[in-house]
T-cell receptor, first 114, second 111 residues
Framework: EPEVTQTPSHQVTQMGQEVILRCVPI?????FYWYRQILGQKVEFLVS????????KSEIFDDQFSVERPDGSNFTLKIRSTKLEDSAMYFC????????????FGSGTRLTVV | GENVEQHPSTLSVQEGDSAVIKCTYS??????FPWYKQELGKGPQLIID?????GEKKDQRIAVTLNKTAKHFSLHITETQPEDSAVYFC??????????FGKGTRLSVIA
């Protein structure tokens, strides 16, 4: 069964450093998402991406965050200057179409900012 | 944006009993209602979904019911097994909006 692959599985970074989280969505999917989950809390939407541009973003997705699909396969989330409160699980997801279709999630990257 | 309330936050059942988790929402435009299972250290996995033109859907031991008038939908797991222990999230969207998730229910199946 096709999978969404995320790397690394765990990232520890110093406060103020930049991090890049990587995702390889399912190859024939067209819609890509980043969600985050602070420990023990619900899964929160960050950003959606389609046709090489952001289609929607939440208020969490401020100027410190950016996404890109540099090579047609990888989908990355960059946090420019990490803060302690950025510590969370970050999940990438993809879907074949928009609307009434479930997303396939990756296993996540646990980001720890120290 | 849309908000979805999920109850209970924790649920313990004896192996073999049924488990029911309920979510309520406010936006009548919501038309897609998936349920996800999240095991420890893993990402959410889609287990069943229902669209607004259907009232009930079943897949072996799991079923989802939707009451559009009352704006709630529920996950039903029958004959629970220890491997059903996980966190379950309801979610929904309307049209092309991103999925919005409930706060999750931690289900423990006691052998």
């Amino acid at each position: 069964e096709p999978e969404v692959t995320q790397t690394p599985s765990h990232q520890v970074t110093q406060m103020g450093q930049e991090v890049i989280l990587r995702c390889v969505p399912i190859s024939n999917h067209l819609y890509f998402y980043w969600y985050r989950q602070i420990l023990g809390q619900k899964v929160e939407f960050l950003v959606s991406f389609y046709n090489n541009e952001i289609s929607e973003k939440s208020e969490i997705f401020d100027d410190q965050f950016s996404v890109e699909r540099p090579d047609g396969s990888n989908f990355t989330l960059k946090i420019r200057s990490t803060k302690l409160e950025d510590s969370a699980m970050y999940f990438c997801a993809s879907a074949p179409l928009q609307g009434e279709y479930g997303y396939t999630f990756g296993s996540g990257t646990r980001l720890t900012v120290v | 944006g849309e908000n979805v309330e999920q109850h209970p936050s924790t649920l313990s059942v004896q192996e073999g009993d049924s488990a029911v988790i309920k979510c309520t929402y406010s936006d009548s435009a919501s038309n897609y209602f998936p349920w996800y299972k999240q095991e420890l250290g893993k990402g959410p996995q889609l287990i069943i979904d229902i669209r607004s033109n259907v009232g009930e859907k079943k897949d072996q031991r799991i079923a989802v019911t939707l009451n559009k008038t009352a704006k709630h939908f529920s996950l039903h797991i029958t004959e629970t097994q220890p491997e059903d222990s996980a966190v379950y999230f309801c979610a929904l969207n309307s049209g092309n909006t991103p999925l919005v998730f409930g706060k999750g229910t931690r289900l423990s199946v006691i052998a």
